[in-house]
């Protein structure tokens, strides 16, 4: 096994080292001078060009926060609706797909039980399904009506980390592809498809903060809990960050829309209460800011991820970790890694395996 994890301490670290390989492995054949090649729905372009009227994704754990970053995505530049919900609430609801719905199941397993029994049902109803998975050949893509896989390489530790990754960027070359197909053409998808191209060259600087996210880790391991606190685009990650937190390191953890702070969650702050707050220079920059100073009257300690040469972020937090500057649509990819490591280094310093979190399984093939 020592070999098999290529010289790292755990599969987890190498995994989220390898991002950088995955993400252009992902986007290999998909993704060229900023335009979506991807070829996987070519079956479907007719469905989409004549009857597509409606995208529902299904998705549970870390696939369902890709899915929730690609719902930000397609709300902002699609004229079709995106609707989400987890699979085990989804294949109970009653889901309103009918066959003008392109159903949207991501699993990096493909083996879900709960996303399977969704696109039977949402199949029963006549939608379309296409799936997005790691497993060549696994149940999920076998049944949908398209497939495209993320080409990363197995993902060995329980808690996903590249295969997170690759799913946002996939998403956005299908989300892409689906816009062009139903809008033609748009600049600034363009330039947000040109940053996925650019993203394993952020990914290289981003994972050398390792060290500095080891010391925030030192500093924050005491805590009982932590609120991870975000706004559009940084709302999904905000989730994530919270689950990856709980799944490895045990701390009880949970994500908000900063917004919704003042209608409960805030009462839970105090020295004792931390919030990680996602906070890219976007067009919501000034809404978080307020959240951080409402947090900051509270006592309560604040942890930062921010846009580089942000001057002002020192006085409004406690600690903070920088990444490079991209499209506000890709911050999501961009910090991912900081939240990934951070809770990874949470659990080495608890003493715990992150490969192997209690009660949680890989692949979760009984409801
Ligand atoms: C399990 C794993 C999670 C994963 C979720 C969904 O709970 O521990 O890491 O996100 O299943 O898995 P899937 O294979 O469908 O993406």
Redesign the pocket.
């Known amino acids: 096994q020592a070999a098999e994890k290529g010289g790292y301490d755990h599969f987890m670290l190498k995994e989220m080292n390898e991002q950088p390989e995955a993400l252009k492995a992902a986007i290999t054949g998909r993704i060229k001078n900023g335009k979506s090649i991807l070829s996987e729905i070519n079956n479907l372009k007719e469905f989409i060009t004549e009857k597509l009227r409606k995208i529902f994704v299904v ?6 926060h890709a899915g929730l970053t690609f719902k930000y995505f397609m709300n902002r530049y699609s004229k079709i609706g995106v609707d989400i919900e987890v699979a085990s609430e989804f294949r109970y609801m009653n889901p309103h797909v009918d066959e003008n719905t392109l159903v949207l199941a ?7 039980i709960d ?1 399977l029994e969704g696109i039977r049902i949402a199949k029963e109803k006549g939608a379309k399904v296409i799936t997005i998975s790691n497993v060549f050949g696994s149940t999920i893509p076998r049944e949908s009506h398209g497939a495209i896989y993320m080409n990363t390489g197995p993902e060995i530790g ?3 980390t590249k ?1 997170y990754t690759a799913q946002i960027a996939i998403l956005y070359a299908l989300g892409a592809k689906i816009i062009e197909l139903t809008q033609g053409s748009n600049d600034e998808i363009r330039d947000i498809l040109k940053g996925i191209e650019e993203m394993p060259e952020v990914y290289k600087k981003v994972l050398k903060l390792n060290e500095r996210i080891k010391e925030l880790a030192r500093e924050y391991v005491k805590f009982q809990h932590m609120m991870y606190i975000g706004r559009g685009f940084g709302y999904p990650t905000a989730l994530e960050g919270a689950l990856k937190l709980k ?1 490895i390191s045990y701390i009880h953890a949970a994500g908000y829309q900063a917004g919704e702070l003042k209608h409960g969650p805030i009462a839970l702050l105090d020295e004792q209460f931390p919030v990680f707050a996602i906070i890219p220079k976007d067009s919501l920059y000034e809404k978080m800011k307020s959240n951080l100073m409402e947090s900051k009257a509270r006592n309560a300690n604040i942890i930062a991820i921010t846009t580089e040469n942000n001057n002002e972020i020192s006085q409004l937090t406690d600690e903070y970790i920088c990444v490079p500057q991209v499209h506000e649509a890709l911050y999501p990819l961009a910090m991912a890694p900081v939240i990934q490591l951070f809770a990874y280094n949470v659990a080495i310093l608890r003493k715990l395996d992150p490969d192997k979190p209690r009660n ?5 093939t009984v409801e």
């Open positions: 998705a549970c754990g870390t696939s369902y991501i699993s990096q397993s493909g083996e879900t996303t329980v808690a996903a295969t799944e949680l399984a890989k692949s979760v």
